[in-house]
């Protein structure tokens, strides 16, 4: 797996990971929401510098302009429903992309530390030869992952694969690389060091899902 860690350099893009993480600033709802949005724009900026390119003449009121245009046709898969805002940065920059979303939560069991992850719906068209970015904000253990490249297999076979993350753990990070191809790209913001018992990213965010959505039973 190639990994960028983008907010490993300076940018304006600490700012918005500093405001997602700061307790007091998460209690704004609809803040959180246009930072994760914003972060979203920044990894796509940076993701769409890989893409392939094609010349293209362009026709203005005042004559012409070649240009280097992406032709990569995109699948943009958003994990419900945390993956929202952040679905909504990606496609800010890749409006043109056609849209999958899959339904992938946490189910613990008896409230112990111990969960499996369940999908129970999925629509996406097909992925055969074309780019598909798998956005998840929160990237903890990797299951959540793992499960949804499993569900997707039977829409075909993507040229390329990109995940894209506002906050990921390293030990996650280190269960994908092992159940992803090797030339998948990870572009993330931040990368934290640890998981809590429940599988939580430390020091992290808390529950994205909840913090842009409201708490849920």
Same mark, same amino acid.
């Given at each position: 797996?190639?990994?960028?860690?983008?907010?490993?350099?300076?940018?304006?893009?600490? @700012?918005?990971?500093?405001? =997602?993480?700061?307790?007091?600033? @998460?209690?704004?709802?609809?803040?959180?929401?246009?930072?994760?949005?914003?972060?979203?724009?920044?990894?796509?900026?940076?993701l769409s510098k890989t893409l392939?390119?094609?010349?293209?003449? !362009?026709?203005?009121? +005042?004559?012409?302009?070649?240009?280097?245009?992406?032709?990569?046709?995109? #699948?943009?898969?958003?994990?419900?429903?945390?993956?929202?805002? +952040?679905?909504?940065?990606?496609?800010?920059?890749?409006?043109d992309a056609e849209n999958a979303?899959?339904?992938?939560?946490?189910?613990?069991?008896?409230?112990?530390?111990?969960?499996? #992850?369940?999908?129970?719906?999925?629509?996406?068209?097909?992925?055969?030869?074309?780019?598909?970015? +798998?956005?998840?904000?929160?990237?903890?253990?990797?299951?959540?992952?793992?499960? !949804?490249?499993?569900?997707?297999?039977?829409?075909? =076979?993507?040229? @390329?694969?990109?995940?894209?993350? !506002?906050?990921?753990?390293?030990?996650?990070?280190?269960? +994908?690389?092992? #159940?992803?191809?090797?030339?998948?790209?990870?572009? =993330?913001?931040?990368?934290?060091?640890?998981?809590?018992?429940r599988g939580y990213i430390l020091?992290? =965010?808390?529950?994205?899902?909840?913090?842009?959505?409201?708490?849920?039973?």
């Amino acid at each position: 797996m190639i990994i960028h860690e983008i907010g490993a350099f300076n940018s304006r893009l600490t @700012q918005f990971v500093k405001e =997602i993480r700061d307790r007091e600033i @998460q209690k704004d709802a609809m803040r959180f929401r246009r930072n994760i949005e914003r972060i979203g724009e920044v990894l796509s900026y940076e993701l769409s510098k890989t893409l392939s390119y094609d010349r293209e003449i !362009v026709e203005t009121p +005042l004559g012409s302009k070649e240009m280097l245009l992406s032709k990569d046709k995109l #699948v943009l898969c958003s994990i419900l429903r945390a993956g929202l805002p +952040l679905h909504q940065g990606i496609l800010n920059y890749f409006d043109d992309a056609e849209n999958a979303f899959i339904s992938a939560y946490r189910n613990h069991y008896d409230d112990e530390d111990a969960f499996e #992850v369940i999908v129970k719906y999925l629509a996406s068209p097909s992925l055969t030869d074309k780019t598909l970015i +798998l956005a998840d904000p929160m990237l903890a253990t990797g299951k959540t992952l793992e499960n !949804v490249l499993r569900a997707i297999a039977g829409h075909g =076979i993507p040229k @390329q694969i990109h995940i894209m993350g !506002v906050i990921g753990a390293a030990p996650g990070i280190e269960y +994908l690389e092992k #159940v992803f191809p090797e030339n998948t790209h990870l572009w =993330i913001a931040a990368i934290d060091p640890e998981l809590n018992s429940r599988g939580y990213i430390l020091p992290g =965010i808390g529950d994205a899902g909840d913090l842009a959505f409201g708490q849920k039973l």
